[in-house]
Nanobody, 121 residues
C-alpha cells in the first residue's frame, strides 16, 4: 500500500520560512518513472500546482513561487521536501504531495492528506 505523509506546515508571519516534507512508503520516489509534485489549495481558489521533481532530479516551480520555493529529494529517507522562504499571505493553504508512477503499461497516482500553511501579514 502506497502512502504519502506530509508534515511541516504551520503558522508564520510574512517573510518567514517553512519546510514541508513528504515521506513515502510503498513507493520509491527516486525511481526514474516517478514524478513527485507539490500542490496547494486555498479555500477561495482552485488547487494550484507548486513544484515538481522528476525521477532524474529535474525540478520546476510555478511562477508564483519561483525564487522563493525549492523542491528537493532525499533518496535515503524516501522523502521530497519543499523549502519555502519569503512567505506571503497568498501562500496560505493546504499543501499536498502527489506522486505519479508512469510506465509503458500503467499509470498510478497517489496523494497525501495535506498539511496546512498559514501566513499572516
Amino acid at each position: 500500500q502506497v502512502q504519502l505523509v506530509e508534515s511541516g506546515g504551520g503558522s508564520v508571519q510574512a517573510g518567514g520560512s517553512l519546510t514541508l516534507s513528504c515521506v513515502a512508503s510503498g513507493i520509491t520516489l527516486s525511481q526514474n518513472h516517478i514524478t513527485t509534485r507539490w500542490y496547494r489549495r486555498h479555500p477561495s481558489r482552485e488547487r494550484e500546482w507548486v513544484a515538481t521533481i522528476t525521477g532524474d532530479d529535474t525540478t520546476t516551480q510555478a511562477d508564483a513561487v519561483r525564487g522563493r520555493f525549492t523542491i528537493s529529494r532525499d533518496s535515503a529517507r524516501n522523502m521530497v521536501s519543499l523549502q519555502m522562504t519569503d512567505l506571503k499571505p497568498e501562500d496560505s493553504g493546504d499543501y499536498f504531495c502527489n506522486a505519479i508512477s508512469r510506465t509503458i503499461i500503467s499509470k498510478r497516482e497517489y496523494w497525501g492528506q495535506g498539511t496546512q500553511v498559514i501566513v499572516s501579514a
